[in-house]
């Protein structure tokens, strides 16, 4: 039972849009953004990654119950990156073992 698939012409257009942002990753490291530069890699990165998920990985053409695991398998990142930060923020305020 396979679902729909994207024709080789929005496949290539998927891949030059992911060359292009390459391109566009590259000279804008280049560039003195200040404070934008994390913000602005990001989006791209974002960017990226969505066309990944929804193109080649087929998940804008699935049904509800693959969107709903990458959804929750997002999420369990998503809390497992803010635990970790949440331990990595609060260590210098415990006092040592040896003091």
């Known amino acids: 039972m396979a679902g ?3 024709s080789r012409r ?3 257009r998927v891949y030059l849009g992911l060359m292009g942002l390459l391109l566009l990753t590259f000279g804008l490291s280049r560039l003195p953004l200040g404070p934008l530069h994390p913000v602005v890699s990001l989006g791209i990165a ?3 990654a969505y066309l ?3 193109y080649f990985m087929e998940l804008r053409d699935s049904r509800s ?3 709903l695991v990458w959804g929750v398998g997002l999420y369990w990142l998503f809390l497992l990156f803010c635990l970790t930060l949440g331990d990595y923020l609060t260590r210098g305020w415990l006092p ?3 003091e």
């Open 52 to 54: 990944v998920v929804a």
């Open 65 to 67: 119950l693959p969107r």
């Open 96 to 98: 040592s073992a040896g």
């Open 4 to 6: 729909p698939t994207a």
């Open 46 to 48: 974002f960017g990226k």
């Open 10 to 12: 929005s496949l290539l």
